[in-house]
């Protein structure tokens, strides 16, 4: 059974989520999706499920070209989404996902331009909510699969939002690695690798400065990948592989 590199990101988000959190998955975020379920119905995390969906804790899930499907709302109450935001700004959201465009060494993160704003190279979705919830949040999950020195840069062309006044979390899960935010030291770590990576490709791959944390080694065994491919059977997630 094949393992794609997207399957090492889903179980490295997994691997960071932990019992008694009351995580949010928001729109088109498919490792995130995958990586929650897994963490809750694979491995038995005591964890809540809510998000864009609008579903209360979701009794199963198959991956959709949306992740906002409206059909996770069988057997499942509805949260909306604006009770979801008032949890956060009332500090009781535990973890929610991002995936922005850039990450820089301050926390910030660019969901909105490449480039200059009045005349940009690229124009991306925008940030929704990100300003508003990022900070509060008590785990800020960011994923990245394109992990490049053009995506984790010494400053962020754009701040769509930051965490940098925050005390919570931040980890950027990619297709390298997982990066954890020590706030201590102002200083990024890493702590997981894949048995394909390295903490000198991250560093190569990486603009702003990277230190050696736990290191730990994340490995697919046949038990995940049926569970992703359960959750996955059209195998959508091919889509986002990093060649």
Do not use: C
């Not at 500090?91 to 926390?107: C, R, S, Y």
């Not at 954890?180 to 791959?205: A, C, G, H, I, M």
């Amino acid at each position: 059974m094949k393992a794609y590199t997207i399957d090492y990101v889903i179980k490295a988000i997994s691997t960071l989520l932990e019992d008694g959190e009351l995580v949010y998955i928001g729109l088109n975020s498919v490792p995130a999706l995958i990586g929650t379920f897994m963490a809750r119905d694979l491995y038995k995390k005591k964890i809540r499920i809510i998000g864009v969906a609008e579903a209360e804790n979701p009794v199963r899930v198959t991956l959709s070209p949306s992740t906002g499907n409206p059909f996770f709302l069988e057997s499942s109450p509805v949260m909306i989404t604006a009770d979801s935001f008032d949890l956060a700004q009332k500090g009781k959201l535990d973890v929610m996902f991002l995936g922005p465009a850039q990450i820089d060494e301050e926390t910030n993160i660019n969901l909105s331009v490449i480039g200059d704003y009045e005349n940009p190279k690229v124009r991306l979705p925008g940030g929704a909510a990100t300003a508003f919830i990022f900070p509060l949040v008590k785990k800020a999950i960011l994923w990245n699969l394109k992990h490049s020195k053009r995506s984790l840069v010494k400053r962020v062309d754009f701040v769509t939002g930051t965490a940098k006044f925050s005390n919570n979390k931040v980890f950027v899960v990619t297709n390298l690695g997982v990066l954890r935010y020590d706030r201590k030291d102002k200083k990024w770590y890493l702590d997981y690798v894949y048995p394909f990576t390295s903490y000198e490709q991250v560093k190569e791959n990486t603009e702003f400065e990277v230190e050696k944390g736990y290191m730990i080694k994340i490995e697919i065994n046949e038990k995940d990948l049926e569970f992703i491919n359960s959750v996955d059977p059209y195998e959508l997630r091919s889509a986002l592989e990093i060649l």
